[in-house]
C-alpha cells in the first residue's frame, strides 16, 4: 500500500480503504460462491442477495420511508437530467434552482423535455451561495422543484432544503449523498451518481416516491421509464454488477466501520473544519469560493492570490502524495475533495502542505 497517495478527486473519487482491500480479497471468488463478482450472472441467487444487501444498508443509512423504491440505474447522474422531467413533468411546467454548474446542466437538459422556469440563478454572483428562504417563491402549480445539494464545482452546499409545500422536491445528491443523516420525505425523488460517495462509476441511485410513478408516460422506452424499472427491481436489462457491489461494500463499511451517518457528519465537519480554517488563517494567501454559510463538506475550492503560484502549489504537492487538486477546467485554481472516504489525516497533511506552502512563497 506504500504507493498510495491522498487522491483529492472530485469523481471517480477515493474509496474506503478497507473497502479496496476486501474486493481485492474477494475478486477472484466470493466467499461462498467459488465465481468472481465480474463473472456471476445477475439473475443468480448471490447476486440478488448483494443488490438487497445494497438496497437494504441505502435504506438504514438514510432511513428510508416505505413508500419509496430504490433504483440502481445506469446512464449516469447526468442521465437522471432528463429522466426527471421525461417521467414527471406530467405536461406541466418545472421550476429550478440554478447554484452551480451542476443544477445549470440539469436545467439545460430538463428543457429539451418542456417548460422549465428557473426561479434562483446564483450566476451573477459566480454561484458563491445558495438562496436564502425569503428570496425564493415556488409555483405551486409546478411539478416539481429541482435543485443540486452539493454543487461540486464551486463547493456550494445547501445546509437546509427549502420548503416546496406539495411540490416534490427533486435532489441530484452526486457529491453529497451520505455525508450527513438526509430525511428523505423531504423528497419527491433524490439521486446520486455513485463514483465520489458510494462506489465506483457505472450505477446510479435513484430513490423515488412511489405516488411520482403514476406520473410515468407510458410510451417511455423501458429503460428510460421509472415505473419499469421499479417494477422490474433495477434488473430490466443486465445491471453493472460490480459497481453495485462495491456500494454494498461501501454501504456496509458505513454502517458498520464508521457507524451510520450521524458518526460520518461528525468526521466530515471536523476535517472540512481543518481545510477551511487554514484557508481562512493563510492572511489572504489562500482564498475559499463560497460564502462561509453555504462551504460544502465535500469540495472546497480555493485560488492562491497569487495565481503564477497555481503551477508550482500543485505541482509540490504532488510530492508531498497530495494528487488530483486542480480545479475544475472551467473554474481553475485548485480544489480538494473530501468525501466520505478521505482520512482526516490526508486532509491534515494536505492542511500542513498549504501552510508550508504559504510560508515559503507568502
Ligand atoms: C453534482 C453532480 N451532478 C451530476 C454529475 C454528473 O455525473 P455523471 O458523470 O455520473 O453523469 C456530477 C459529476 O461530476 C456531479 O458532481
Redesign the pocket.
Known sequence: MQDRVYNFS??PAVLPLTVLKRAKEELVSLPGVGISILEVSHRSKPFEEIMEAAEINIRKLLNIPNNYRVLFLQG????QFAMVPMNILGGKSADYLVTGT?SKTALGEAKTQGTINTIWDGSETKFTRNPVAGELSVNPNAAYCYL?S???IQGVQWQAYPNTGNVPLVC?A??DIFCRPTDISKFGIYFA?A??NAGP?GV?IVIIRDDLMERVPANLPKLLNYKVLAEGKSMVNTPPCFSIYMVQLVTEWLLDHIGGLDKMYERNLEKAKLLYDAIDNSGGFYRGHAVKEDRSLMNVPFVLANDDLTKPFLEEAKTHKLVQLSGHRSVGGCRASIYNAMPLEGVAALRDFMADFAKTNG
Not at 449516469?76 to 442521465?79: D, M, Q, R, S
Open positions: 472530485a469523481g449516469g447522474a447526468l442521465l451542476w443540486t452539493n454543487e461540486t441530484d452526486s457529491s451518481c463514483q465520489k462509476a446510479t
